[in-house]
């Protein structure tokens, strides 16, 4: 029980946060060759990353993503929305689940059913979510 936050932190391998009941805050994180996973039950997260790849999961609690370097990255949410903030230079595939909830992407080059592109899509993004909206720019 509590809340995690993370300032200025640098990671050669993996990171992973967990908050059973509480936010999760990480700022400029940087996880170059590595993994970053964050999960919270009863909390939300919110995260400006740099990742091999990236995993963030919530069972209630909105998801906030500032993507700057993924190679793969997932975000599931029982109850919360999901906000991701691209970096200029990232591109990104982004496929969307949602049982209820809408869909708010501004800036992609191109849009397929579920699937929209920014950039060159290099990097996939899966996102779930059961209840909640998902945006994306």
Known sequence: SGSIRLESAKVTESATLESTSGGIRAERMMAVGGTVSVKSNSGSVRQEVRAKTLTAKTTSGGVTLGMYACERAS???????????LGPELGVSVS???????FNGSGFKSQDGNRC???????????RTTSGSVTVK
């Open 96 to 102: 969307v689940q949602s049982t209820s909830g809408g």
């Open 117 to 127: 592109v920014w950039g060159d899509g290099a990097c996939p993004v899966d996102i």
């Open 75 to 85: 975000v599931h949410t029982t109850s919360g929305s999901v906000r991701l903030n």
